[in-house]
């Protein structure tokens, strides 16, 4: 064995070992010998190079993935990539390349990468989105959603970016910025692909309870308030002198009485069919309301409120009273029914309204507790019935049932629930996306292509010029093609496919990615599938997660999964962020590379004061901590880091540093202390390796120092454990350093100790290495193969994560407090398995606890078993 530890060397040979070995490759074991367990991050798209945000993401899941093999789990941990998007069409534009050939390009560097830091994927596995074989099945599903009606094409306003040139869903567009570039986003007019998500809504919903155990709750929670149950009624509001109605949607129809006006959406049929009868006045404003919609904005951004009565009247069908029709922009005609009645006096939107506009505000809930007061309004709490007719005295959760169900007989209304989830446009105006396999034949109409047809492949290139008309469009080649019906000229669909398609189901593809006739094989699927572990950041909240739950429930009902839901457990990763050191004197902020700054910093390591060039004064210099980027100065290079410190130390750093789910301030000198300890733990191997004891038990009389270091070893497996079940990666590392430090505490050297010291040495060693495993497995490698002569990687030698002893990890004796009247007084020792009456009898024997007691009397003995006692005494 070396005297000096050589990162690199040791990591090329193990990786090159478990290549030849196919360590990692994953097969279905249909017998079930060995429990399965599938660990998957969310797969990368190629932009070029890794950054640490990445080797944060993958190393957890490597971890793992390690981990669980090491406890005997038949482990999937496959990769690939999400190829297709606007990036390389956006490289096409700027750099004068080819997307497929920027594409894999990128791909093969950062394989590269990936690979250099160890990462124990089944790279058989592999898929890639832009490759035919790939999207051939975005296409077969397609057509399967296309057979169950779940696929469609309308009219629609989408959510268009001007800077990309390109739509958006829902979800990319909210806040009314692009998801991607961060600009303004408008809507337009356009013939759009539809998925039907809203088939499973309700599904989506009440799917949440089988993964909540699993989920974070903010996740969760973002996508119960995305998908957006009301649960209320409809009521039809006649409108005066017509035969027309207005239906709304409420969720309060017990504040019906309260309603001053009946107020719709700027596009409202209603308003379409009576615009020649409004003023000129009525008109403009209209149409300056419609020019702002056009703007999207955030589901629940607070707007500042505008509208315009337009003179016709509503009739409301509870009280009969004539009510005023406005229009408000606060109306959305995607949402409900792009009406709703207004009742200032109970809700605080329409509160809002009614005094800018100075309509009337009625009081028709008060407090169900008369003690309570008056009800200050808007009063939007549930309460009873005042000023509602026959209604009045019924508490509010009652009148809301009766009420529905009286508007149902009376037939101007019904119970109803509703949600805010839309269906997902999936039409793109790209040429590097999976094209939509659909055809329009001037005979046939729409028509779908052929199963046997597929894929419909790309064309080598298209005239990308980043003006918005599809590529593909100005490609004959391509959308030139014959009717499968009566074999007629026709025309391909030119718009491609979003590209979340591919990443909403790609990890069944993992299951059995050769498949050339179908998507996989579902006995593959069912066995590995769903997921055990997905781990990625929480920014998919609403998008990717909600887009794989749907085609989950989909695949279901096709009959290629038996399961509801795509993954058991998520986990969602903080950023990795750093430093950064700016002027922004000028008003616009110039970054300065930390290199190129004097720092000074406070006992805890926090900056106090910074300072960078002579141009620049120092106190005109900033910091703060942002996300890594080489535009701020603040981004670090994994290859650099690799380079210098090797992919172990490096790993090891990202794992330990921070929870997991918090973010990660980087700190080189971190990453120093990785290196140090992993340095340490090799030359603690190297020094003790030719004393140690090989017997598979120590002798039968034991020393003090080994019973001690046998208990640390043990309480450092249950430790390590059970922080790993729970996913939490940066204690166990803490665990590792401090079991390092005991084997340096033994008190002896190697040559001078006796036998049992030896055992419990090599016991303590070999459990750090495997337990380091996880986290370093290179070096976890040499140091197994040194400590057991075994030349194979570990788990084909028969590793497996140690064993926990709870009679070895139980303390000879524990510290008991001692209380009198609740204050700290003593400490006393006892041993783990003393009784109540034992640990009372220690704590009163003890000299000074009758200090303080000072013969009062005892009023009572409180003893918790294990930690302490206290001793009421009288004042």
Known sequence: MDDKYFAKKIEKKWQAIWAGSKAFEAEPDPENNKPKFYALEMLPYPSGNLHMGHVRNYSAGDALAWYKRLKGFNVLHPIGWDSFGQPAEDAAVKRGVNPRDWTEKNIETMRGQLERLGLSYDWRRQIYAHRPEYYKFDQWFFLKMYEMGLAYKRMTQVNWCETDQATLSNEQASGGLCWRCGNPVIKKDLEQWFLKTTAYTPELLEGMASIEAGWPQNVLKRQQDWIGRSDGAYVDFGVSGTEEKIRVFTTRIDTIYGANAVVVAAQHDIVERNRESFSADVRTKIDEIIDESLKPTERDEVIEKDGVDTGLKAINPFS????????????????????????????????????????????????????????????????????SADWSGKPSTDAKREMAAFAASKGFGEPATTYRLRDWGISRQRFWGSPIPMIYCVDCGVVSEKFENLPVRLPDSAPITGTGESPLAKVPEFYETTCPNCEGPARRETDTMDTFVDSSWY????????????????????????????????????????????????????????????????????????????????????????????????AKGRISSASAAETVPPQALKFAVERMSKSKGNGVDPDEMVEIYGADATRLFVMFAAPIENELVWNEAGIEGAARFIQRLWRQVRTWIEFMDVREEPAKSDSEAARGLRRKTHQTIKRVGDSLETLQFNTPVAALMELSNAVGDVGTEPANADENVRFAVREALTSIVLMLTPFSPHVAEELYSVLTGSENWMLAAGARFPEFNSELAREDEIEIAVQVNGKLRSRVFASPEATREDLEKLALDDARTQEFINGSEIRKVIVVPGRLVNVVVAA
Not at 349 to 378: C, N, S, T
Not at 510 to 523: H, L, R, V
Not at 558 to 581: A, I, K, N, W
């Open 320 to 387: 009969g009273e004539e009510l005023p029709i406005w229009v408000g922009n606060y109306v959305m005609m995607d949402y409900g029914t792009g009406a709703v009645m207004s009742v200032p006096g109970h809700d605080e939107r329409d509160h809002e309204f009614a005094v800018q506009f100075g309509l009337d505000i009625r009081q028709v809930i008060a407090p169900l507790d008369p003690a309570d007061g008056a009800a200050e309004l808007p009063f939007c709490e549930y309460g009873v019935l005042v000023n």
């Open 507 to 602: 990890y069944y593809r993992y299951t059995d990615p050769t498949n050339e006739i179908m998507p996989f094989d579902p006995f593959a699927a069912n066995y590995w599938a769903p997921v055990d572990q997905y781990i990625g950041g929480d920014d998919h909240a609403v998008m990717h997660l909600i887009y794989a739950r749907f085609w989950t429930k989909a695949l279901r009902d096709m009959g290629l999964v038996q399961f509801d839901e795509p993954f058991s457990r998520l986990l969602t990763q903080g950023m990795v962020v750093g430093e950064t050191f700016f002027d922004d004197s000028t008003g616009k902020r110039q970054y300065f590379p930390a290199d190129k700054v004097t720092v000074e910093r406070d």
